[in-house]
């Protein structure tokens, strides 16, 4: 008989799962065997993995299952998951719904497979009859500034069309789908209202619910995970960078929005396309995720992911985020805060041609050592509010479409706590946190 205890204590979180193989009456307490077969001590974040393995002689043996249990293997101080698979690699599920089909896809630089071949290589290898690339936001290489207008292209590698959906064509055209059968979705989220990679989803369901197209997304890990926070959009307030009444954190992945806006039929006119989510397999939603590419250009690493909605909200300020660094999305500051032990001065970079305050030195914080956020955090707009030298001209007409309601903004005008400004959340996140659980594949713990 065999019993498996694995023991993971992170920073505040203690996760303890017992595995067992059979009944634990009928084991002789005196025939134990301990064995300590390892002790990995991480620094600060991470893990103390202590495996025990206990033996009975006159047990009764089981059949193994283990090929459903999650594996962890440590390797140059990671943790990787080699049986959590995306649904770029749960083929076996979709690769038969796209024989014989003429086959669009949706992606950019993230549709991987975990042994790091683009979906778009691997799909062609299958020989499955692909038509054309549709590249959101930031193109198919994912290179492109925030906002630039991208133009339709040809792949240099495989010689497929690349049809842009940013700028005027956000929606595919009838004519760019009168030769599809099928279209596959798969782009990395990061679980944001305002990342535009669910608003370009929200435009090809409805493309292909108006032109009977199946659409396949496959899903991929949330990176901030089950994070639900910020203020409701309210409608009048719609755009690209806000579609649907949802919190600024929705804590679900791609394939689970999907679903909702199907489900809760926020396409014109409340029409449903044909969908089918591709699962990731062996994940939960509390599961660390650590991206193996860049999302997009200003989104370098895990940390400048976590803090991306609460950092975001300075686009729409004269504060900067860092595009124009190699720290995006993990420091502010402007010239208009006081001078302090911190500066930056941004230059153009890869997905930053001509950030804010090109060449102007800006003193503000740095956060990319803090430890990793919980919640949509306003400690640090707040504070660049009440230090600004130039009150006047610190919000800008973007910052309401980012927040998705005029009230934030009054709100720290007024001095507002942000305990108080929590407070007056939480009426809409529980009527989210309601309507979301209809649409969720994965557990939440």
Same mark, same amino acid.
Request: net charge positive.
């Given at each position: 008989?065999?019993?498996?205890?694995? *023991?993971?204590?992170?920073?505040?979180?203690?996760?303890?799962?017992?595995? +067992?193989?059979? &009944?634990?009456?009928?084991?002789?307490?005196?025939?134990?065997?301990?064995?300590?077969?390892?002790?990995?001590?991480?620094?600060?974040?991470?893990?103390?993995?202590?495996?025990?393995?206990?033996?009975?002689?006159?047990?009764?043996?089981?059949?193994?299952?283990?090929?459903?249990?999650?594996?962890?293997?440590?390797?140059? &101080?990671?943790?990787?998951?080699?049986?959590?698979?995306?649904?770029?690699?749960?083929?076996?599920?979709?690769?038969?719904?796209?024989?014989?089909?003429?086959?669009?896809?949706?992606?950019?630089?993230?549709?991987?497979?975990?042994?790091?071949?683009?979906? +778009?290589?691997?799909?062609?290898?299958?020989?499955?009859?692909?038509?054309?690339?549709?590249?959101?936001?930031?193109?198919?290489?994912?290179?492109?500034?925030?906002?630039?207008?991208?133009?339709?292209?040809?792949?240099?590698?495989?010689?497929?069309?690349?049809?842009?959906?940013?700028?005027?064509?956000?929606?595919?055209?009838?004519?760019?789908?009168?030769?599809?059968?099928?279209?596959?979705?798969?782009?990395?989220?990061?679980?944001?209202?305002?990342?535009?990679?669910?608003?370009? *989803?929200?435009?090809?369901?409805?493309?292909?619910?108006?032109?009977?197209?199946?659409?396949?997304?496959?899903?991929?890990?949330?990176?901030?995970?089950?994070?639900?926070?910020?203020?409701?959009?309210?409608?009048?307030?719609?755009?690209?960078?806000?579609?649907?009444?949802?919190?600024?954190?929705?804590?679900?992945?791609? #394939?689970?929005?999907?679903?909702?806006?199907? #489900?809760?039929?926020?396409?014109?006119?409340?029409?449903?396309?044909?969908?089918? +989510?591709?699962?990731?397999? &062996?994940?939960?939603?509390?599961?660390?995720?650590?991206?193996?590419?860049?999302?997009?250009?200003?989104?370098? &690493?895990?940390?400048?992911?976590? *803090? @991306?909605?609460?950092?975001?909200?300075?686009?729409?300020?004269? +504060?900067?985020?860092?595009?124009?660094?190699?720290?995006?999305?993990?420091? @502010?500051?402007?010239?208009?805060?006081?001078?302090?032990?911190?500066?930056?001065?941004?230059?153009?970079?890869?997905?930053?041609?001509?950030? *804010?305050?090109?060449?102007?030195?800006?003193?503000?914080?740095?956060?990319?050592?803090?430890?990793?956020?919980?919640?949509?955090?306003?400690?640090?707009?707040?504070?660049?509010?009440?230090?600004?030298?130039?009150?006047?001209?610190?919000?800008?007409?973007?910052?309401?479409?980012?927040?998705?309601?005029?009230?934030?903004?009054?709100?720290?005008?007024?001095?507002?706590?942000?305990?108080?400004?929590?407070?007056?959340?939480?009426?809409?996140?529980?009527?989210?946190?309601?309507?979301?659980?209809?649409?969720?594949?994965?557990?939440?713990?």
């Amino acid at each position: 008989m065999a019993v498996t205890a694995i *023991l993971i204590i992170g920073e505040e979180t203690l996760l303890l799962s017992f595995l +067992v193989a059979t &009944n634990l009456l009928a084991i002789k307490y005196s025939k134990f065997k301990l064995f300590m077969l390892s002790k990995l001590v991480f620094k600060n974040t991470f893990l103390f993995l202590v495996l025990f393995v206990f033996s009975c002689g006159n047990s009764v043996k089981k059949k193994d299952t283990s090929e459903n249990k999650l594996e962890l293997k440590i390797t140059s &101080n990671k943790v990787l998951y080699h049986e959590l698979k995306t649904g770029a690699d749960n083929y076996e599920r979709y690769l038969p719904l796209l024989k014989n089909k003429k086959t669009g896809i949706v992606t950019n630089q993230s549709g991987i497979l975990n042994d790091g071949t683009h979906l +778009v290589d691997f799909l062609l290898s299958k020989k499955v009859d692909l038509q054309k690339i549709f590249a959101p936001e930031h193109g198919f290489r994912g290179t492109a500034d925030a906002g630039e207008t991208i133009k339709n292209d040809k792949d240099i590698k495989t010689g497929l069309p690349i049809i842009s959906l940013y700028g005027t064509n956000k929606k595919p055209k009838a004519e760019q789908l009168n030769d599809i059968d099928v279209l596959v979705f798969d782009l990395q989220d990061v679980g944001a209202r305002f990342y535009t990679y669910i608003s370009s *989803l929200h435009y090809i369901m409805e493309a292909c619910a108006e032109n009977n197209i199946i659409l396949i997304v496959l899903d991929r890990p949330n990176p901030n995970g089950n994070i639900i926070d910020g203020p409701i959009l309210e409608k009048e307030h719609h755009s690209f960078v806000g579609m649907h009444s949802i919190p600024v954190l929705h804590g679900m992945t791609i #394939g689970e929005y999907a679903q909702m806006i199907n #489900g809760e039929k926020w396409l014109k006119e409340g029409i449903q396309c044909s969908l089918q +989510v591709i699962p990731c397999l &062996n994940y939960t939603k509390n599961l660390p995720y650590v991206l193996p590419v860049k999302p997009s250009p200003n989104l370098p &690493n895990a940390q400048a992911i976590n *803090l @991306y909605a609460s950092l975001c909200f300075f686009e729409g300020t004269n +504060v900067s985020v860092g595009r124009g660094t190699n720290n995006q999305f993990q420091i @502010y500051g402007s010239p208009y805060l006081p001078k302090s032990d911190y500066s930056f001065t941004p230059k153009p970079n890869e997905g930053a041609k001509d950030p *804010l305050y090109n060449n102007v030195i800006c003193y503000g914080e740095d956060l990319t050592q803090i430890q990793k956020v919980k919640q949509l955090e306003l400690k640090w707009l707040i504070k660049a509010y009440t230090e600004t030298t130039n009150k006047p001209k610190f919000f800008t007409t973007f910052f309401t479409k980012l927040a998705g309601t005029k009230k934030l903004q009054e709100q720290i005008e007024k001095g507002v706590s942000e305990v108080e400004i929590r407070t007056s959340w939480k009426e809409g996140l529980q009527r989210f946190k309601e309507m979301r659980k209809k649409y969720l594949i994965y557990k939440e713990n």
